[in-house]
């Protein structure tokens, strides 16, 4: 139970309303319950301030007029209610301690109030810092090192020599260190895997969903700096190099050696891939299920993907996309008879 | 071994030839051997007929008459192949009981006939009902419910408070309840997740292929209907709600809220992502690698995907397109220029 | 500790330089430190010679006469290369032998040399060869067998009767043997699971990546064959044939029914589905994105995705792609005014 006054001191906001009266749960505007906090942080939603059964919400001084229940005014909802949220997360957590069914080696240093859960592997040399929770299945190859407070979840695979910060999550089921894609031909047209000798090195306050992959680098290393933000399923080929707070959505993949700046946003099922190294400036967002072939140097918004018709339309005009550059020959060739016609006339014109 | 008679019975079919005879296996019409149970469900593939080595076959009434080897006439020879071909699925079950390496919270209501394998973790207040499978390394956390005889294969993580209905089938390696992508931006430009706390909820038969990811709700939840199937490596994104009897097809992918309608069908990596929420209509089939980025409202046969050809063709046609606007307004200039030649024909011919 | 005459020893080169000359690690040019060998096989790099702090290079004859450092004359740099970085792979092995956590049914069949780690589980009939590693967690269904040498890496399942051939590697949380997609639909209109018996057979030499996903055969065999070699993500559905030498780059995938030829190359996120089988020859290669759904027959180069451009651009082609049929029309019937006033231009000429 938390009271507006409580919520309004931890966000910074100031109460509209009764301060003494108290939440004990948080709730969509659609969905929320009597007792919920609830957010008003769109203004495509702001109707269901009249709707919502919601106690108290937060929002903006540019809705405080209309808002018929009370309300704590901050400058950014979501994030107070993010803040707020926290609370009523019933999460569990693994507790505190080593769980006897854990094989920890014993040159591994672990740090203090870690929370290792059951049938957890940490190799040889590695450093587990204070706080962090690995949780059941969780595998931590030789000579890698966790961050303080990192939470690592269910059968999450971290290969040897990856060293990743403080305050990360992972999701289930993800690998980090995975050998990168390296294959030569030799002289008999055997495919040779070449030898994948780089790390994996992530930064502090990294999120990586569930089902990522992250391979290592080839000879240098893959590095994920601070605040990067991956959805699920996303993967990383090796040597790349993503900058700060950039955000890659569900799916979204990179080919090896491509380098993302900061405060980049890659689009769901986007895909960065091109004959060699591709290079993406800071700032730069790109639309769900682009491809990306060459640099982008400037910032800005880049897309690529098809819209959907429906059948009988696509498949009409896909078939015209596979003609489109006789399409523009004819047209050319009609504009060379139309200015032939022209020049004609004007000769014909100033000839009389 | 099974003999025609009972096959027919099995299947509301009729046998044509010896009832007597018996079957020890099933295999296509191309690679049935002797002892085999095949089926012709599609005339594609009629042909076959004359040279399986099958000794029986389940197919139509219109195909009876051209058949040269015994066979079950039924309505429907996939799904009559499907109710036999049950019986010769080799596939190992855990065996009945709760192996002594599970860790079980003594706060979880377990079921009768459960079959718990060996590592499993089944967190507090779980509830477990009969017949329920969970194989190796299956975690289940806390408040998860899982409905009867639903089969949990190897290494699938379930996150806390996550509802599943009865006979389902989730496959190796998939994450159900994973947090929902949830970021926001605070004052100094850092990246701040966002608590997730919804839920999710999925109804009876429903199919997860293996490395699915299905994220937890934000607030409200994620909502799976009955009888929905996912293939591999499909993603849903938090809040998005499936109508029963939907299919997604391998490594599609839904962003967050988004809102499937009943026997969908969406092809393989198919994405949809929209700037808000995106609704589909029941009855929507979307080609593969459709990128749909607004509702559909009408049921119907969708696509976007664009054609392969050869790499020069394609590369010359893709420069065109990315000039396409351009080409259009030379082609409305030359339109005019002609519209004008006609005017100007009729305004010379009526002035004759 | 390494001599160049050793080094040129085990890649059939010749030193140019002190042959005494010892290294003890590999970097890349650009990132090599003193000690460190590096290698130069892409004409790009070349400049890099000048300033790399390696101690000595693989190169070919041609870059010999610039290079400022000891070298080591190959014919395939990257080759030699892979050989010797070998050697400084420092990824730990599971110790030789079965960690008492393992669980192997007692009619397994296990291997000389073999190295089990916790958690293993191997059922029933299993064939495991002479010196196959099985990391942490790795689960083995009935009746599968794993070829001598083979490494499966932590977190990996192999389900029921699926056949992987000698010196493969499968990384992290890979599923081999899932139940392909087969659905069907009853009378009432429920979507119905057809049994999935086929197996899955791999020949040797087999690279899969982490969280690659590849399904069983619905009756007749999922094949991979020699030396495929498949990266993170990919997925592979029931009946699918993979020629030997093939590659699929990251988060490629392939409906059912699909077959390569050997000596292809798929590109990240490629798609294979159409309305019926697809079979792709040998020697395609096939750029990112695409989408394949119907058979190529011609070695050679595919493409089909479109090229990323800023937000405007792009809207504004994309909403006249989908015009594009009518804009064919609109130029059609431009040309036909044209060719009637020229034949009208001629009628009269000739008239006159």
């Known amino acids: 139970m938390l009271s507006l ?14 301060e003494q009266i108290c939440i004990s ?28 059964k919601a106690t108290a919400v937060l929002l903006t001084e540019e809705n405080v007029a209309e808002c018929p229940i009370p309300s704590v ?39 203090d109030g870690v929370r290792i859960g059951p049938n957890v592997r940490v190799s040889a040399d590695c450093v587990i810092a204070d706080g962090v929770e690995l949780c059941t299945n969780v595998c931590v190859g030789a000579q ?40 030569t031909v030799d002289e008999t047209g055997t495919l040779q895997e070449i030898p994948q000798v780089g790390r994996v090195l992530i930064g502090d306050d990294v999120l990586l969903g569930a089902s990522v992959t992250i391979d290592r680098g080839a000879i240098d290393d893959t590095v994920i700096h601070d605040n990067v933000k991956l959805d699920d399923q996303v993967h990383i080929g090796h040597n790349c190099v993503l900058g700060a ?27 960065v891939a091109g004959e060699g190294p591709v290079s993406i400036a800071g700032g730069v967002e790109i639309g769900a299920m682009t491809l990306v072939t060459r640099d982008i140097t400037e910032p ?30 004819r047209l050319r060739r009609v504009e060379r008879i139309l200015e032939k016609q022209t020049s004609n006339d004007v000769n014909s014109s100033s000839a009389k």
Chains 1, 2, 3 share one sequence.
């Open 300 to 329: 800005g918004r880049y897309s690529g993907a098809t819209l959907h018709t429906d059948n009988r339309t696509w498949r009409r005009n896909m078939l015209r996309l596979n003609e489109l550059d006789t399409i523009v020959k």
């Open 5 to 18: 006054a409580e919520i309004a001191h931890r966000t910074q906001g100031h109460v509209v309303g009764d």
């Open 144 to 183: 890698s090192a966790i961050g303080r407070e990192t939470s690592i979840r269910e059968n999450v695979v971290i290969y040897h020599d990856v060293q990743i910060g403080a305050r990360c999550t992972v999701h289930a089921n993800t690998a980090i260190g995975v050998d990168g894609f390296g294959i």
């Open 73 to 111: 005014v901050v400058s950014n909802p979501q994030l107070a209610f993010a803040e707020i949220a926290n609370d009523f997360d019933k999460r569990e957590r693994i507790p505190v301690g080593i769980d006897p069914t854990a094989r920890i080696d014993s040159s591994a240093q672990i740090g």
């Open 245 to 271: 707070h950039t955000i890659m959505c569900g799916c979204a993949g990179l080919a090896g050696s491509v380098t993302l700046g900061e405060y980049c946003v890659l689009g769901g099922s986007v895909g």
């Open 25 to 52: 749960g948080v709730g969509s505007l659609a969905n929320a319950k009597t007792g919920d906090l609830t957010h008003l942080s769109n203004q495509r939603y702001r109707a269901q301030l009249h709707t919502t």
